[in-house]
């Protein structure tokens, strides 16, 4: 144990078991989470911190954790000033960004945020909200919503709400009538930290495993045999980062073929090769992918 230790800040809520499972895929494993807000990992330069997500980017800023996760819209309504790491695709649900949506009853006569003036909204992200309507140049009062805010969209003019799906809008009768920001995942980090080498090594190395699980949710691995005399047409049906790898079998006129493609490709792909000569194909799930 070196004694040197990052504080990281990780979500608590809606993404906390997304993030788990992206750390547990990346090679990670942390206990302990279902008990204590200072979970365990197997790494002891590591120290993890829960919190709601609203609150990471505050924290990272004025150095109380060095980095973590949190949503973009968190980073812009807090107005935080830190280091964006990477961007991170993946949510609660999918891996498709949030989005912070302008949504009235369907009974509603508000067809177009304009028709909104001088009327109340409610909505979490206040600040952002804020300036949405004054970049349009409508007068609105926005109002803090401390949850639950579908509830509210039948006691005032319209609510602001996050949604994956729009899944849930629909079950209580809300339509959408715009967008105000899309949200994705950041792994962010504190100034200071970043420049310091311990810390900004840390936090890249995460970056890299996280990211190339991500890459791995998306990916299978592709092995097949090939008669040489049919190589260059399998090759011309495989997708590849680069290039496929080739190698010799014992049996001189076959060539082992293997390559990482897109799980919506290899459904299509598959069938190609077996019509076009390849056997022995097998397929099989990744952990990660490092570009």
Same mark, same amino acid.
């Given at each position: 144990?070196?004694?040197?230790?990052?504080?990281?800040?990780?979500?608590?809520?809606?993404?906390?078991?997304?993030?788990?499972?992206?750390?547990?895929?990346?090679?990670?494993?942390?206990?302990?989470?279902?008990?204590?807000?200072?979970?365990?990992?197997?790494?002891?330069?590591?120290?993890?911190?829960?919190?709601?997500?609203?609150?990471?980017?505050?924290?990272?800023?004025?150095?109380?954790?060095?980095?973590?996760?949190?949503?973009?819209?968190?980073?812009?309504?807090?107005?935080?000033?830190?280091?964006?790491?990477?961007?991170?695709?993946?949510?609660?649900?999918?891996?498709?960004?949030?989005?912070?949506?302008?949504?009235?009853?369907?009974?509603?006569?508000?067809?177009?945020?304009?028709?909104?003036?001088?009327?109340? =909204? $409610? %909505?979490?992200?206040?600040?952002?909200? &804020?300036?949405?309507? #004054? !970049? /349009?140049?409508?007068?609105? *009062?926005? +109002?803090?919503?401390?949850?639950?805010?579908?509830?509210?969209?039948?006691?005032?003019?319209?609510?602001?709400?996050?949604?994956?799906?729009?899944?849930?809008?629909?079950?209580?009768?809300?339509?959408?009538?715009?967008?105000?920001? =899309? $949200? %994705?995942?950041?792994?962010?980090?504190? &100034?200071?930290?970043? #420049? !310091? /080498?311990?810390?900004?090594? *840390?936090? +890249?190395?995460?970056?890299?495993?996280?990211?190339?699980?991500?890459?791995?949710?998306?990916?299978?691995?592709?092995?097949?045999?090939?008669?040489?005399?049919?190589?260059?047409?399998?090759?011309?049906?495989?997708?590849?980062?680069?290039?496929? %790898?080739?190698?010799?079998?014992?049996?001189?006129?076959?060539?082992?073929?293997?390559?990482?493609?897109?799980?919506?490709?290899?459904?299509?792909?598959?069938?190609?090769?077996?019509?076009?000569?390849?056997?022995?194909?097998?397929?099989?799930?990744?952990?990660?992918?490092?570009?």
């Amino acid at each position: 144990m070196s004694g040197k230790i990052l504080k990281l800040g990780i979500p608590k809520g809606s993404l906390q078991k997304a993030t788990f499972e992206l750390f547990e895929k990346a090679g990670f494993n942390i206990t302990g989470y279902e008990r204590s807000y200072f979970p365990q990992i197997d790494d002891d330069e590591i120290q993890l911190v829960m919190m709601r997500a609203q609150e990471i980017s505050s924290f990272i800023e004025d150095g109380t954790l060095d980095a973590g996760f949190t949503g973009y819209d968190w980073v812009r309504e807090n107005k935080s000033s830190v280091h964006q790491v990477c961007e991170l695709l993946y949510s609660k649900s999918t891996s498709k960004p949030a989005r912070w949506v302008l949504a009235v009853p369907n009974e509603s006569k508000v067809k177009k945020p304009q028709d909104l003036r001088n009327g109340i =909204v $409610s %909505t979490e992200l206040v600040n952002v909200t &804020k300036k949405y309507f #004054k !970049d /349009k140049k409508i007068p609105v *009062k926005v +109002e803090f919503s401390w949850g639950a805010t579908e509830v509210k969209a039948r006691l005032v003019d319209a609510i602001v709400e996050l949604t994956e799906t729009g899944s849930s809008l629909k079950a209580n009768n809300l339509r959408i009538i715009d967008t105000i920001m =899309v $949200s %994705t995942t950041r792994f962010i980090a504190n &100034k200071d930290a970043w #420049k !310091d /080498k311990f810390k900004r090594e *840390k936090i +890249e190395n995460i970056s890299i495993l996280l990211n190339a699980a991500i890459d791995a949710k998306t990916t299978v691995g592709l092995k097949m045999n090939v008669p040489k005399n049919k190589l260059d047409t399998i090759l011309k049906i495989l997708p590849a980062e680069k290039s496929p %790898t080739v190698s010799p079998l014992a049996d001189s006129d076959f060539a082992a073929v293997e390559v990482v493609v897109d799980t919506a490709v290899e459904r299509i792909i598959v069938p190609k090769l077996k019509r076009a000569g390849a056997s022995g194909i097998i397929t099989y799930p990744l952990n990660k992918v490092i570009h």
